[in-house]
């Protein structure tokens, strides 16, 4: 799906011209419906098999954590469903696969986490991207599958966790976050970079792509605020258990990317400061 705020980073990267794209509602002329969570294999297959692609992202799917708890079957269908029918379409294809996946197929109880960290996925959102780690791998053994952390940077939706803050702050709100909750936020435009750059160099296998810098929640807020020049001074810390959160939240989280820097060292993912600077530019031309 490209009209998420991955997808078009990616896009972008790879040009209009050698992308074809595809969203649930296509955006303009050139894009292809394509629905994760209702696609049957003879649909993957016609669609794979009638582009002359070189490589298939997916990188749609559910997810809003608190509407997978909500509705787990639609979660499953979209987040394991749908991408190991598209995984097979590319394996039949031999064709390179990407599927995107997240640090909430763990339990937050040992973070940061290597690949070969065992999972327990303690919510409906994390096990129906583990499931989907599971059966993308058995439908295209050679499948690349990244995972990856609390995405930020220009979303075409307005929907990430800056966009958010940025409305708080900037009409006098107040915006509560948890102080307990630690990541390694990712910016986008570098998580689609790795991405591209896993696939030009033929890898396959489980790839962590994230920020260096694992924080809280609250810790990135009160930077990215301060990065905005926004009021610091209305972003208030509180406890998961505090914040009425229907669907539980790995606390002690984040992923290590030893694994990417040693054997990819020219791939960058910028710190907090820099790539908000970048956002910001960015998202105002």
Same mark, same amino acid.
């Given at each position: 799906?490209?009209?998420?705020?991955?997808?078009?980073?990616?896009?972008?990267?790879?040009?209009?011209?050698?992308?074809?794209?595809?969203?649930?509602?296509?955006?303009?002329?050139?894009?292809?419906?394509?629905?994760?969570?209702?696609?049957?294999?003879?649909?993957?297959?016609?669609?794979?098999?009638?582009?002359?692609?070189?490589?298939?992202?997916?990188?749609?799917?559910?997810?809003?954590?608190?509407?997978?708890?909500?509705?787990?079957?639609?979660?499953?269908?979209?987040?394991?469903?749908?991408?190991?029918?598209?995984?097979?379409?590319?394996?039949?294809?031999?064709?390179?696969?990407?599927?995107?996946?997240?640090?909430?197929?763990?339990?937050?109880?040992?973070?940061?986490?290597?690949?070969?960290?065992?999972?327990?996925?303690?919510?409906?959102?994390?096990?129906?991207?583990?499931?989907?780690?599971?059966?993308?791998?058995?439908?295209?053994?050679?499948?690349?599958?990244?995972?990856?952390?609390?995405?930020?940077?220009?979303?075409?939706?307005?929907?990430?966790?800056?966009?958010?803050?940025?409305?708080?702050?900037?009409?006098?709100?107040? #915006?509560? $976050?948890?102080?307990?909750?630690?990541?390694?936020?990712?910016?986008?435009?570098?998580? =689609? *970079? &790795? @991405?591209? %750059? +896993?696939?030009?160099?033929?890898?396959?296998?489980? #790839?962590? $792509?994230?920020?260096?810098?694992?924080?809280?929640?609250?810790?990135?807020?009160?930077? =990215? *605020? &301060? @990065?905005? %020049? +926004?009021?610091?001074?209305?972003?208030?810390?509180?406890?998961?258990?505090?914040?009425?959160?229907?669907?539980?939240?790995?606390?002690?989280?984040?992923?290590?990317?030893?694994?990417?820097?040693?054997?990819?060292?020219?791939?960058?993912?910028?710190?907090?400061?820099?790539?908000?600077?970048?956002?910001?530019?960015?998202?105002?031309?």
């Amino acid at each position: 799906c490209a009209s998420g705020q991955v997808g078009r980073q990616i896009l972008s990267i790879l040009g209009s011209n050698n992308v074809v794209p595809t969203s649930r509602h296509p955006l303009a002329p050139g894009w292809i419906a394509l629905h994760l969570g209702v696609l049957e294999p003879a649909e993957a297959e016609d669609l794979v098999g009638g582009l002359a692609v070189d490589a298939v992202y997916c990188v749609g799917g559910a997810t809003d954590v608190e509407g997978c708890e909500s509705a787990p079957d639609r979660a499953m269908r979209a987040n394991c469903g749908g991408p190991a029918t598209l995984a097979a379409a590319a394996a039949l294809h031999k064709l390179p696969f990407v599927y995107f996946s997240t640090d909430y197929i763990f339990d937050g109880k040992a973070g940061p986490y290597a690949e070969e960290a065992p999972a327990n996925p303690i919510n409906a959102y994390g096990r129906s991207k583990w499931n989907g780690e599971l059966a993308v791998r058995l439908a295209h053994p050679n499948a690349l599958i990244l995972r990856t952390t609390v995405v930020y940077g220009v979303d075409p939706g307005a929907r990430n966790f800056l966009y958010a803050l940025d409305r708080a702050l900037r009409t006098g709100g107040v #915006f509560r $976050v948890p102080n307990d909750q630690i990541s390694t936020p990712t910016y986008n435009v570098d998580l =689609a *970079a &790795a @991405a591209v %750059g +896993l696939v030009a160099a033929k890898a396959s296998g489980i #790839f962590h $792509v994230c920020g260096a810098e694992r924080l809280s929640r609250f810790d990135f807020a009160l930077r =990215a *605020a &301060a @990065a905005m %020049g +926004l009021d610091m001074s209305n972003v208030v810390g509180a406890p998961t258990s505090e914040l009425g959160q229907r669907a539980p939240r790995p606390l002690e989280a984040g992923l290590c990317t030893d694994k990417l820097r040693r054997l990819f060292p020219n791939l960058r993912m910028r710190g907090v400061e820099e790539s908000i600077r970048n956002w910001m530019f960015t998202d105002r031309l």
